[in-house]
């Protein structure tokens, strides 16, 4: 076997190709891709229409803006996609929506508050399972500078709202909340000394997160684990008074819109800067095991960690796979029929399918054509395949009289030859 100049065998050329989607990668390809683009356009519509407004930021940060987020969880940990580029900088992928959107806000300073939403790859190096991946994707809000629990309401009917949207029925909402952050340091400290004395009853995997990340274990889904800290304590036993004040305010915001929810105080969430309020939509319809659709909640003390002023903040991020899975199991949010109106089926040289299908785009209307001069045959079999309604098609008797023939692809009208100069305007009263 020989070697091309990029390094790929010649055998490999000629058997297909050697390279594959990276494990915990997939291609998203028409036409579930028009889901997606569906998908974010719904929820920007519902996010702009709430007063957020469209962040990009880089897809890599150095490392530190993540490692600010907190060291304690697997995401930060383990699962970073980290690299040194060529001057030698320590960077990382993104794993996630917040911590950059925060390092935007220290860097620029906007007025407050300021609303963001974001539809982002995010990169985990985790095992990759149904409903998890190496790559997967996020849509998601973070809302910076003001501490009303009535924006903790506001940023979860909105996720609630577009599930809503979406025809998803068999959605569920925990919430739960974490206090101030010494409330948060004082709930550590009690659980880790309740898990010490239970250290032997703990699944092994999960004994050594007991000394310096106590939290994590009650994330855990091990059965040994789980039951061993069914009694633990609850946090929200130990919240302070403004913090219980908070709580109740989100409570009853909830209620007042008739957003239903369960407190879950075992709801730690996994990632370490949350204070205050902690939310996740998990779906009924999905397995348990990937079940959160999307999360989120209130991340008091992240600006500060990332260098600017004492500043609160909440969002949420959810995973556009996950949803999209939860949907198939609920039959709703369907694949979008193909876009194009009409298909120019052009026998006689294709000059005339490149003068139409422009002049119609430029009229607004969706078209597509065929090329490489192909027979009527097999032009026809691609217009059935494009999803279009109508075909023009024009032949050389069609080219020498200046007309076109009009066939309704799905067999209602039949057919009808008319002026090539008289096809918008028919096309514009059929559409
Ligand atoms: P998270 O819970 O780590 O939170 O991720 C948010 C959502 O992304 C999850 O609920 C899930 O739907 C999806 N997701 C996470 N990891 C994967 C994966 N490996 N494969 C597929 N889907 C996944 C955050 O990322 C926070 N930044 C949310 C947030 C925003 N909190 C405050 N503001």
């Known amino acids: ?97 917040t911590a950059s959107v925060v390092r935007a806000f220290v860097q620029h300073r906007p007025p407050t508050p300021w609303k963001t939403w974001y539809a982002t790859p995010s990169f985990r190096y985790e095992r990759p399972q149904a409903g998890r991946y190496r790559q997967h994707h996020q849509v998601g809000v973070e809302a910076i500078g003001s501490a009303d629990p009535d924006l903790d309401v506001e940023v979860i009917a909105l996720l609630s ?16 909340s974490m206090g101030t952050p010494a409330d948060r340091r004082a709930y550590v400290e009690r659980l880790r000394s309740f898990l010490v ?58 209620d007042s819109i008739g957003i239903g929810y369960r407190v879950e105080p075992r709801l730690v969430r996994g990632l370490d800067y949350y204070t205050h309020t902690t939310f996740e939509f998990r779906s009924g319809a999905l397995d348990a095991a990937q079940n959160t659709i999307g999360g989120g909640g209130r991340y008091d003390g992240l600006v500060e960690a990332l260098g600017g002023p004492p500043t609160p903040g909440i969002g949420f991020g959810s995973g556009i796979e996950r949803v999209l899975l939860t949907c198939d199991a609920e039959g709703v949010f369907d694949v979008p029929p193909a876009g194009i109106d009409v298909f120019v089926v052009d026998v006689a040289g294709g000059e005339h399918a490149r003068a139409i299908t422009l002049e119609l785009r430029r009229a607004g209307i969706r ?39 009009l066939r309704d692809l799905r067999g209602e009208h039949g057919q009808e030859r008319l002026a090539r100069t008289e096809l918008l305007d028919r096309l514009h009263k059929l559409l």
Not at 161 to 176: M, P
């Open 197 to 254: 004395d239970r250290l032997g009853e703990l699944a092994p995997e999960d004994r050594e997160k007991v000394e310096a990340h106590p939290m994590r274990v009650l994330d855990s889904k091990r059965a040994q684990t789980v039951a061993a800290v069914a009694d633990a304590p609850s946090i929200l036993d130990g919240l302070s008074d403004e913090a219980v004040a908070h709580f109740d305010r989100v409570r009853s915001g909830l």
């Open 367 to 405: 078209a597509d054509r065929g090329f490489d001069r192909r027979s009527m045959k097999s032009q026809m079999k691609s217009a059935d395949r494009s999803g279009a309604v109508w075909a023009v098609i024009i032949g050389d008797d069609e080219a020498a009289t200046g007309t076109v023939i």
């Open 1 to 97: 076997m020989t070697e091309s100049a990029s390094g790929e065998t010649e055998q490999a050329a000629l058997h297909g190709s050697p390279f594959k989607a990276p494990t915990g990668t997939r291609d998203v390809l028409p036409p579930e891709s028009g889901r997606w683009v569906a998908f974010v356009s719904l929820f920007a519509e519902h996010a702009t229409r709430a007063g957020y407004g469209l962040i990009h930021s880089p897809m890599f940060e150095e490392i530190g803006v993540f490692r600010r987020m907190g060291e304690g969880t697997d995401v930060v940990r383990k699962e970073m996609y980290d690299f040194l580029d060529k001057g030698n900088r320590h960077l990382a992928l993104r794993p996630e929506g």
């Open 161 to 176: 709202d577009f599930y809503v949207a979406l025809g998803l029925r068999q959605v569920e909402l925990v919430i739960n």
